[in-house]
């Protein structure tokens, strides 16, 4: 069987608000992001951590992240266990998109070691990147499983 009338042509990227490159751009910056979320020491503070990652993320998201990181019981036992976390990242899927963001599913893996040893954990994350063309941030990360668009 042959496709609608409507499938036919430039394909999906005919109903879609960007350019392939645009996506890729903006998949390229959850990527870079959800590594760097989950990359950081014990001995880093709140403001080392969210400088790395100035590049790829909002003003607003990035006064979040510094709150989040600096949360004293989080703080202390990360300094007491002397955490460092190396984190890696990839697109599970596209969840949704408008005309100036896109929120794609993320795989965040990290491998933690501390006084206790090698850890890892991958956790499932809804990533927005807003903007357009060459300029996309993440203006917002929550667990899949909570959502956001």
Known sequence: ASPPASASGSGIYQWLPFTP??????????????????TFSYSESATGYVRKMRNVITGQLSQ???RAYATRGVAGARARA??????????????????????????????ITDTKG???STGQYAVTVAGSGGSWQVSDIELAS????
Do not use: C, M, P
């Open 118 to 120: 090698i850890s890892r």
């Open 21 to 38: 490159a645009e996506l890729t751009r903006a998949a390229a910056v959850a990527t870079r992001f959800g590594a760097l979320y989950d």
């Open 64 to 66: 979040v992240l510094a």
């Open 82 to 111: 002397k955490q460092v976390s190396t984190g890696s990242a990839r697109i599970s899927s596209l969840r949704a998109f408008g005309s100036g963001s896109i929120t794609f599913i993320v795989a965040i893996s990290q491998k």
């Open 146 to 149: 909570a959502g956001n668009s």
